[in-house]
């Protein structure tokens, strides 16, 4: 099932409300062009969680960890890695192990890793500052 919202960032709020209303499971992949919003959106999923970490993308450490009030975090940013190895190196698989929130930037570059209850959040920029989420949930 897809569901799909037009929002401006200006009401980012409601994009966060849409997401949280609308997944099945704790694991997210962001999908969009560089610039897009995705991290500008984890950074507001991951407040209206509970957590008051600096919130930031993790392009060079692939991946960052927040505290929520009933959670974790765990925000990954795949868009440096050369191969899946990379991914693997870090533990990917053992986070994936936990019962925690998962958000993956650029996962397209680790296609064998994913696991198969993902949520997609396709991000496409309309004009400006008016942007389309289209989710996309593996049942």
Known sequence: ??????????????????????????????????????????????NELGSNDSVSSPSFSLVNEYETKDSVVYHFDFYRIKNEIEAFDIGFEDYLREDVWCFIEWAEKI?????????????????????????????
């Open 1 to 46: 099932m897809n569901k799909t919202l037009y929002y401006k960032i200006s009401d980012i709020g409601l994009a966060v409300n849409f997401i949280l209303n609308n997944i099945n499971s704790k694991y997210l992949l962001f999908n969009g062009p560089m610039g897009s919003g995705k991290t500008t959106l984890i950074k507001a999923i991951v």
């Open 111 to 139: 296609p064998n890793l994913i696991p198969d209850n993902v949520n997609l959040i396709n991000f496409t920029e309309i004009k400006g500052d008016r942007r389309t989420i289209e989710i996309i949930l593996n049942e």
